[in-house]
Every structure is written in C-alpha cells, then in structure tokens.
C-alpha cells in the first residue's frame, strides 16, 4: 500500500471481517472453557522443538497428540514437503481433527514488509499461497515476522503498519489472520513497543499480536509491557525459557531452554497474560540443539509438563 487506509476503508474492512473476528473469539472461548482455575492457557506445540530429528509431519503429528498436546504450529516448509511427497491436505486436515488437534497458526516467512516492490509482490503472493494452504488443513492464523527486513535499517513504523493493513486485508480474502511476529533479534519489529505501534496504528480488526518470551528478552521488552495489551489481541503466545548466560548481545535462537529451566521471569509473564485476558495457547518453541539428539516423544512430554508446571508455579 502506497498511502495510510481512509476512514472509509477500514469500516469496510471492518464490518467484512466482523464475522471473522466474532468466530475467532468463539473459538478463543471454547478453548478456554473447561479449564481449571490455574490453567487459564491451552498447550500447543511448535514443530520447530524436534525439527532436528527430522521426522515426516504425519510422525510429528502423531507425536504431538500422544504428548498430550490439544495445539499445533506446523512449519509451511513441512506441509509443503508431505504435498510434494503426494499428501493431500484435506486428509491432513481429517488427520488433525481425529486426533483432537486444532492447528493454531502456520508458521511462513513471506516478504510483506519489504521495501523493495518487487520483492514485497513476490511476499504477498507467498502470503495468499500460505493462508490458503493453512486454510485447507483447518487453521486460519499465519504467524507474519519481518522476514527479509530483519537485518536492514529500520523501516518507518507508520509505513509497516500500512503494509501490516494490506496483509490482513489480503487474509480476509483468503480466510487467514496474519499475526504480527515479534523478532528480539531483528532491526525491524524487535521491540514490543514498535509492535504494538504497528498493530494498533493498522486500523484493522483483525489486527493481532504473536509474541514470545525469549524474543521479548532479546529485544529488551520488559515482561511487564504485557499488561498494557489486551488478552484478545494475541491468539498465540510462544513459550520457552533462556539462561543466564550467554548475555542478552550473544544469546541466540539455540540458547533456548524448557520453561523453568532458565531464568526468564514466567511468574510475571503468566500473571500479566491471565491479568489482561489472554485464554489462548501457549505454544512451545524451542531451537536447542541438544533437544534435537533425543526421542522426540520425550522431549514433547517433557515440555509439556515443564510448561504446566512453570504455569502452576507462576500462577500459584
């Protein structure tokens, strides 16, 4: 988008996605319903904790259900490997669903935010290719990082939310909600502050937040800046831990560790996330290395209940 949206574009987006919203809010609450008191959050599993074992998606699948999970984030890359392997979507979808899993966003990495227009039209395209693919297999989040403009000079915010409306835009016509990523280590969208900024400066609806607790770190986001959000603007929240070392400089994607295991303040980041709202998934992602040289079953299992217990914990 080449100008900031009018005041009568966004209430036509609004009142187009109005239903949307409303059915993602409905989806929001029947997760949450039924949950006991001190587990306000659902657990979701990100493919990235045992990428490094490299098992076909139906494997990883089968692994996340048996771990007791209700969530999953697969990776567009995966999915994209068991079509070309002949795999049909609608029967990943059916797959999904028989094993009690609902597929909470797919993680993609489409140009939208880059400067180049070349570039930026190649982005939006892959976007739509991945919203449409996420749809087929019954999600209708994508997760939307600055990817391609992570590590250039800082883009104007003001710009990257009229970019950020274009691609909600374009996820209403294809059924997807683009939540803006959260990337501690990029130049661009690094901070929660300038996340937040572009969210609310899109003017959309649909406007949405995916955060996580190591890239808050990263970043220099104070865990206490949650409370100032409100709980339905983030659907997903990427859990893990890190350690006290290697410093916030030198610490890395690898660095990352089960919660409870590092020394992230989860106390305060459970309370503020339960404090503003948020009923939706936490969703483990984790890079470790080490994770990679083990049964993927037990690491699932193994985050799974770390998780519950950094949650009980924090909340008690």
Known sequence: MSSKPTRREMLSHSISAAGAAALMAQTSSAHASGRPANEPFGYCFNTSTIRGQKLSLVAEIEIVARAGYRGIEPWVS?????????????????????????????????????????????????????????????????????????????????????????????????GAVPQLELWGFSRVLGKLSEVT???????????????????????????????????????????????????????????????????????????NLKGIGFRGMLSLEVFNREYWNQDPLLVARTGLEKTREAVQKGLA
């Open 197 to 271: 900024f572009v969210a609310v400066e899109a003017g959309h609806p649909q406007a949405c937040i995916l955060a996580d607790a190591y890239h808050l770190y990263k970043g220099g986001s104070d865990f206490e800046s949650l409370r100032l959000l409100a709980g339905q603007s983030m659907h997903v929240f990427h859990i893990n831990d890190y350690p006290a070392k290697p410093d916030r400089k030198e610490i890395t994607d690898a660095h990352r560790v089960f919660p409870g295991d590092g020394v992230a303040p989860l106390g305060t980041l459970f309370q």
């Open 78 to 174: 995966e999915i994209d490997e068991y079509a070309r392997a002949g795999g049909s979507l609608p029967d990943l979808k059916k797959r999904f669903s028989d094993l009690g899993l609902s597929v909470e966003s797919v993680i993609g990495f489409a140009e939208w935010i880059v400067d180049d227009d070349a570039r930026r039209t190649q982005g939006l395209e892959e976007a739509g290719r991945i919203m449409d693919l996420t749809v087929e297999i019954g999600g209708n989040r994508i997760a939307a990082p600055p990817a391609g403009a992570s590590e250039k000079d800082r883009l104007d915010l003001v710009t990257i939310a009229q970019r950020y409306h274009g691609l909600l835009a374009l996820g209403q016509q294809h």
